[in-house]
Nanobody, 124 residues
């Protein structure tokens, strides 16, 4: 089992920045690809970003490319999501995810573990 706990969400004005963190515990964190997803009310959960176990390859959803950056620190079992130039449409619950293959994680089909989510609200 892998336990994932997100933090760093909150209320921010449009154009501002937030950094989300996801702390992992349980099985060896460095074995897993990690991802961030988000779900707004009435919408499906969508990929925000994903990163390979070694951190060398990343994937981003179209709507966040160039504004968000995913990174990880295997020594501290933590994955981060730096969010810049936030827009009201970025408002959602953000979820951390873990799985054994980054492409499968990015497609959601390979997500084995989910966090509980953290709310991000961007005001206009």
């Amino acid at each position: 089992q892998v336990q994932l706990v997100e933090s760093g969400g909150g209320l921010v004005q449009a154009g501002g920045s937030l950094r989300l963190s996801c702390a992992a515990s349980g099985r060896t964190f460095s074995n897993y690809a990690m991802g961030w997803f988000r779900q707004a009310p009435g919408k499906e959960r969508e990929l925000v970003a994903a990163i390979t176990w070694g951190g060398r390859t990343t994937y981003y959803g179209v709507s966040v490319k160039g504004r968000f950056t995913i990174s990880r620190n295997n020594a501290s079992n933590t994955v981060y999501l730096q969010m810049n130039s936030l827009k009201p449409e970025d408002t959602a619950v953000y979820y951390c995810a873990a799985g054994l293959g980054v492409v499968a994680v990015a497609r959601r089909s390979g997500v084995d573990y989910w966090g509980q989510g953290t709310q991000v609200t961007v005001s206009s």
